[in-house]
């Protein structure tokens, strides 16, 4: 079974530095990875998807991730973090359900803290 | 513009009542799914359908009942609720292929007393 785990459960930075969010996989075979972004009280938004084409994925608002199979990582990046980045992130993988449609399988969530 | 709609936002129940989740979707479609987030857990597949009049069992079926009598809607029910059943429940659909992402709508919040 495919799974990913995020290293850290909550990250803080200052408004203006870099984010780096943390998540590794486990697949036998190339997956299809995502991250998305839940905001208070509100349902979840794709960010970005790795579909095994670019290893370098850019996303919605600055955000990027990059797909390292030596390393089975799929780190969430941006170089300049905003106050409305303060959100929970999921790193997701994908996976066909038995009689069609794909499975998301989340990880346990990082939620993003940005100070002035 | 609406995507995907759940009703009702926000329930509180006794032990033992029965409700029903209303999630509707205006695009197309074939592909929804019933999720449930806890604190620290990420979300869970409850149960899922692959198109009008199917729905299959997902990772915490148990207490759930689902129906998709008509494609644009997928019911969620609980028979005899619990408090293991307080939670924020997300509905979600999409197009089916492995590299596809889902769209969710914006939680309903239940409570169990």
């Known amino acids: 079974a495919q799974s990913v785990t995020q290293l850290d459960s909550h990250v803080s930075v200052s408004e203006g530095t870099p984010v780096l969010l943390r998540c590794n996989y486990s697949?036998?075979?190339?997956?299809?990875l995502f991250w998305y972004v839940q905001h208070p009280n509100k349902g979840l938004q794709l960010l970005l998807k790795?579909?095994?084409?670019?290893?370098l994925v850019k996303g919605i608002n600055g955000f990027e991730a990059e797909f390292k199979k030596s390393e089975t990582s799929f780190h969430l990046t941006k170089p300049s973090a905003h106050m409305s980045d303060a959100a929970e992130y999921f790193c997701?993988?994908?996976?066909?359900?038995?009689?069609?449609?794909?499975?998301?399988?989340f990880g346990t969530g990082t939620q993003l803290k940005v100070e002035l | 513009n609406a995507g995907v709609t759940q009703t009702p936002k926000f329930r509180v129940l006794k032990t033992g009542q029965s409700m029903t989740l209303l999630c509707a979707q205006d695009?197309?479609?074939?592909?929804m799914y019933w999720y449930r987030q806890d604190p620290g857990m990420g979300l869970r597949l409850i149960h899922y359908s692959v198109g009008e009049g199917t729905t299959a069992k997902g990772e915490v079926p148990d207490g759930y009942n689902v129906s998709r009598l008509k494609k644009q809607n997928f019911l969620l029910g609980l028979e005899s609720a619990a408090p293991s059943q307080t939670s924020v429940y997300f509905c979600?659909?999409?197009?089916?292929?492995?590299?596809?992402?889902?769209?969710f709508g914006e939680g309903s919040r239940l409570t169990v007393l």
């Open positions: 695009m197309n479609h074939e592909y």
């Open positions: 790795y579909t095994s084409a670019a290893t």
């Open positions: 697949s036998s075979y190339s997956p299809s």
């Open positions: 997701v993988v994908s996976d066909i359900l038995t009689g069609g449609g794909n499975k998301l399988t």
């Open positions: 979600a659909s999409g197009r089916g292929t492995r590299s596809g992402e889902l769209f």
